[in-house]
């Protein structure tokens, strides 16, 4: 349940964090480029003797004005920095992280299934020292006053993505492990099959190589 | 001999399967516990201001933008234009096949969504009209590689991405600055156009030879129809494009731009997706985004350690020294690339590679941009060779067909490609005349 809920969690975190960052760009670009043409247009029509439309201008530029979306580009990286890594924790669950398996899937079973799980504690591995590494830094980093140069937030704040993205991860990692260890399954991303596009659910011919196969007798077809 | 301690770490970890990117932190922290005198703490920062850089944002707007338009209707659009335009020459859907990848590619910035989104389409009408399923799988595969060469493309922003900030030294001792993400997108316009051109001809060759159907010619009243219909996703190459060049918008402005612009004509304008199907977008394109930002940071980590290390620079003395000349180092890069290319995939490939051979490249006077396109062309190639090639597996599971059959099915193409890449590699000016004519260099 709790599980479930993390995962839900997880999901709707940078489902909203990709949108919003989408969002907020196309905004300030938008503010930019209506500034500049409103204020031009402003000119325009005053040099022409329009003072209603002169009027309707200066009354866009004002709006437009009245908030700074200077900001924006620093936004959005922070976004798209808890994006990646909480992003990248939902990759292990969903197997989209690639790598070359050319080796791995010549292999006899048995010794894949040790190299699988190698791999996999190794993921868990690194990210739980990445964990440790962002944990002190953010704690070092919570000592000082640092803020960020436009949005003036904390920094511990921003730099927090990394530790709790690391354990996330870690923890994703160990989950695929074991549930690996007890069923022989593997997450795998397809990364030549687009939703609505490919007729129906068909299998793939083959799989590509960027995922440890599966260990079942099937392997290679799902 | 550090060097070669790293690379057989490096070597070793990704040969056991484990993620890439994992494989590129193992090799870093063991070094660095091991090894060397870096601090810790140097380390940790550039972990957190590594992906740091507004440039890099390009990269989840690119494949979000190239997610709604795979799904919202604008590929089978631009596909019965180009069927209208040249469908009635010899090898008719095939030569529109290479003609919709064009255009697709030149509002996508991935080359396996590319032939997902052409190839699922036209692929199963090909061979209803009697076309070979060989033919077919062969033309789309190969055409599917222009998405990362015409602009806008992901590889792109991956190599100056990988090469920014670095300092290089050219042959005589000058700064030589890396490309940024303007010039490479407009660098790559002729090349691109050149490469659709060149795999349409090989298309239309085979098809004449061995008497393939054609269609019947389109009235220009039908023709502009269905240029009318195709006309917002067309739009859109003009707004990158025309943005980025102008200097209306910076590269990932522009990527955000286009997400926007192809969201509201999927949903609100071609209506082939509803708002519901919205969140499962974003949410697939968020997980490949963090899967490559991931990668990036990771190879960040890696570069700057190699460089710390003084790596790319002694492998530039060491090449200059054996007298290779940049024509000897660009065939040993070539060969270098495509071997990689044939078990990696390009994202990879170029944040690993491009750090370390780029300040050779420069030390030899090759210009930035014009070895960075002969890295994305290397990539296209590898991405039709076995045993690992993305737009081969998306291809065989579209047509159902066996690899090594697939595989053997792009060869000529695949021997067109050859050809172009040593007419990129050795004629730079294919490369650098339309950024030099813009003044971007």
Same mark, same amino acid.
Request: aromatic share 10%; charged share 10%; net charge neutral.
């Given at each position: 349940? &709790? =599980?479930?809920? #993390?995962?839900?969690?997880?999901?709707?975190?940078?489902?909203? %964090?990709?949108?919003? +960052?989408?969002? !907020?760009?196309?905004?300030?670009?938008?503010?930019?480029?209506?500034?500049?043409?409103?204020?031009?247009?402003?000119?325009?029509?005053?040099?022409?003797?329009?003072?209603?439309?002169?009027?309707?201008?200066?009354?866009?530029?004002?709006?437009?004005?009245?908030?700074?979306?200077?900001?924006?580009?620093?936004?959005?990286?922070?976004?798209?920095?808890?994006?990646?890594?909480?992003?990248?924790?939902?990759?292990?669950?969903?197997?989209?992280?690639?790598?070359?398996?050319? &080796? =791995?899937?010549? #292999?006899?079973?048995?010794?894949?299934?040790?190299?699988?799980? %190698?791999?996999?504690? +190794?993921?868990? !591995?690194?990210?739980?020292?990445?964990?440790?590494?962002?944990?002190?830094?953010?704690?070092?980093?919570?000592?000082?006053?640092?803020?960020?140069?436009?949005?003036?937030?904390?920094?511990?704040?921003?730099?927090?993505?990394?530790?709790?993205?690391?354990?996330?991860?870690?923890?994703?990692?160990?989950?695929?492990?074991?549930?690996?260890?007890?069923?022989?399954?593997?997450?795998?991303?397809?990364?030549?099959?687009?939703?609505?596009?490919?007729?129906?659910?068909?299998? &793939?011919?083959?799989?590509?190589?960027?995922?440890?196969?599966?260990?079942?007798?099937?392997?290679?077809?799902? | 001999?550090?060097?070669?301690?790293?690379?057989?770490?490096?070597?070793?970890?990704?040969?056991?399967?484990?993620?890439?990117?994992?494989?590129?932190?193992?090799?870093?922290?063991?070094?660095?516990?091991?090894?060397?005198?870096?601090?810790?703490?140097?380390?940790?920062?550039?972990?957190?201001?590594?992906?740091?850089?507004?440039?890099?944002?390009?990269?989840?707007?690119?494949?979000?933008?190239?997610?709604?338009?795979?799904?919202?209707?604008?590929?089978?659009?631009?596909?019965?234009?180009?069927?209208?335009?040249?469908?009635?020459?010899?090898?008719?859907?095939?030569?529109?096949?290479?003609?919709?990848?064009?255009?697709?590619?030149?509002?996508?910035?991935?080359?396996?969504?590319?032939?997902?989104?052409?190839?699922?389409?036209?692929?199963?009408?090909?061979?209803?009209?009697?076309?070979?399923?060989?033919?077919?799988?062969?033309?789309?595969?190969?055409?599917?590689?222009?998405?990362?060469?015409?602009?806008?493309?992901?590889?792109?922003?991956?190599?100056?991405?990988?090469?920014?900030?670095?300092?290089?030294?050219?042959?005589?001792?000058?700064?030589?600055?890396?490309?940024?993400?303007?010039?490479?997108?407009?660098?790559?316009?002729?090349?691109?156009?050149?490469?659709?051109?060149?795999?349409?001809?090989?298309?239309?060759?085979?098809?004449?030879?061995?008497?393939?159907?054609?269609?019947?010619?389109?009235?220009?009243?039908?023709?502009?129809?269905?240029?009318?219909?195709?006309?917002?996703?067309?739009?859109?190459?003009?707004?990158?494009?025309?943005?980025?060049?102008?200097?209306?918008?910076?590269?990932?402005?522009?990527?955000?731009?286009?997400?926007?612009?192809?969201?509201?004509?999927?949903?609100?304008?071609?209506?082939?997706?509803?708002?519901?199907?919205?969140?499962?977008?974003?949410?697939?394109?968020?997980?490949?985004?963090?899967?490559?930002?991931?990668?990036?940071?990771?190879?960040?980590?890696?570069?700057?350690?190699?460089?710390?290390?003084?790596?790319?620079?002694?492998?530039?003395?060491?090449?200059?020294?054996?007298?290779?000349?940049?024509?000897?180092?660009?065939?040993?890069?070539?060969?270098?690339?495509?071997?990689?290319?044939?078990?990696?995939?390009?994202?990879?490939?170029?944040?690993?590679?491009?750090?370390?051979?780029?300040?050779?490249?420069?030390?030899?006077?090759?210009?930035?941009?014009?070895?960075?396109?002969?890295?994305?062309?290397?990539?296209?190639?590898?991405?039709?060779?076995?045993?690992?090639?993305?737009?081969?597996?998306?291809?065989?599971?579209?047509?159902?067909?066996?690899?090594?059959?697939?595989?053997?099915?792009?060869?000529?193409?695949?021997?067109?490609?050859?050809?172009?890449?040593?007419?990129?590699?050795?004629?730079?000016?294919?490369?650098?005349?339309?950024?030099?004519?813009?003044?971007?260099?």
């Amino acid at each position: 349940m &709790l =599980l479930r809920l #993390l995962d839900r969690l997880e999901e709707i975190i940078i489902t909203t %964090l990709i949108a919003a +960052a989408t969002i !907020l760009i196309f905004v300030a670009v938008v503010q930019r480029y209506g500034l500049s043409n409103s204020a031009q247009w402003m000119g325009w029509a005053r040099t022409n003797d329009l003072p209603w439309l002169a009027a309707i201008f200066r009354s866009i530029f004002v709006t437009l004005n009245s908030f700074s979306m200077t900001w924006a580009q620093e936004a959005c990286i922070y976004m798209f920095v808890w994006m990646a890594k909480f992003g990248a924790a939902y990759g292990v669950r969903t197997g989209i992280h690639v790598g070359v398996d050319i &080796l =791995l899937n010549a #292999l006899p079973a048995r010794t894949r299934y040790g190299m699988v799980i %190698l791999g996999l504690l +190794a993921g868990a !591995l690194f990210t739980a020292i990445i964990g440790a590494l962002g944990t002190q830094f953010v704690y070092h980093i919570g000592q000082t006053e640092q803020t960020s140069p436009d949005l003036e937030m904390p920094m511990w704040i921003v730099y927090l993505a990394v530790p709790l993205g690391s354990f996330l991860m870690c923890f994703r990692f160990l989950q695929v492990a074991w549930s690996f260890a007890r069923t022989g399954e593997l997450p795998s991303h397809d990364h030549g099959h687009v939703e609505g596009i490919s007729e129906a659910d068909e299998p &793939l011919a083959t799989e590509p190589n960027l995922h440890p196969r599966d260990l079942k007798p099937t392997g290679g077809e799902k | 001999m550090s060097a070669a301690i790293i690379f057989g770490l490096l070597a070793v970890l990704m040969l056991t399967g484990m993620p890439v990117s994992i494989a590129l932190g193992l090799t870093v922290l063991t070094f660095l516990f091991t090894m060397t005198q870096v601090p810790v703490e140097a380390v940790a920062l550039k972990l957190f201001t590594g992906i740091e850089k507004f440039e890099i944002m390009a990269i989840p707007f690119f494949i979000l933008a190239g997610n709604f338009l795979t799904h919202g209707g604008v590929a089978k659009r631009m596909i019965r234009f180009a069927t209208t335009m040249v469908g009635h020459w010899a090898g008719g859907l095939g030569l529109a096949a290479v003609f919709s990848c064009a255009l697709f590619a030149a509002v996508s910035g991935s080359s396996p969504a590319t032939v997902v989104a052409i190839g699922s389409i036209l692929l199963p009408a090909m061979v209803r009209q009697g076309f070979p399923t060989r033919f077919g799988v062969g033309t789309i595969a190969s055409s599917g590689g222009l998405g990362i060469l015409i602009p806008p493309s992901i590889v792109m922003v991956m190599y100056c991405v990988a090469t920014s900030g670095m300092l290089v030294e050219g042959p005589t001792g000058e700064r030589v600055s890396a490309a940024s993400v303007g010039q490479m997108f407009v660098a790559g316009v002729i090349p691109g156009l050149l490469l659709a051109f060149l795999l349409g001809f090989t298309t239309w060759f085979i098809a004449k030879q061995n008497g393939y159907p054609r269609l019947e010619k389109a009235s220009w009243a039908e023709a502009f129809k269905a240029f009318l219909d195709s006309f917002w996703g067309l739009a859109l190459i003009i707004i990158v494009m025309g943005g980025i060049y102008t200097g209306l918008f910076t590269p990932t402005e522009a990527a955000a731009m286009s997400a926007v612009y192809a969201f509201v004509i999927s949903v609100f304008v071609y209506r082939d997706m509803g708002l519901k199907d919205v969140p499962k977008v974003l949410l697939s394109s968020a997980n490949m985004s963090a899967m490559l930002l991931y990668i990036i940071t990771n190879a960040i980590l890696f570069s700057f350690l190699m460089t710390h290390e003084n790596i790319p620079q002694a492998i530039a003395a060491w090449i200059v020294d054996q007298g290779l000349g940049w024509i000897g180092f660009l065939m040993i890069v070539n060969i270098l690339l495509l071997l990689a290319g044939t078990v990696m995939e390009p994202s990879s490939i170029t944040l690993i590679m491009a750090p370390i051979l780029f300040p050779v490249a420069a030390k030899l006077g090759i210009d930035p941009v014009h070895f960075g396109i002969m890295i994305i062309v290397n990539m296209e190639i590898g991405m039709i060779t076995p045993p690992v090639g993305l737009n081969l597996y998306v291809a065989s599971g579209i047509s159902k067909m066996g690899l090594t059959e697939t595989s053997i099915a792009v060869l000529p193409w695949l021997i067109t490609m050859l050809a172009f890449l040593m007419l990129i590699t050795y004629v730079p000016e294919i490369t650098l005349f339309l950024p030099r004519y813009l003044g971007m260099l």
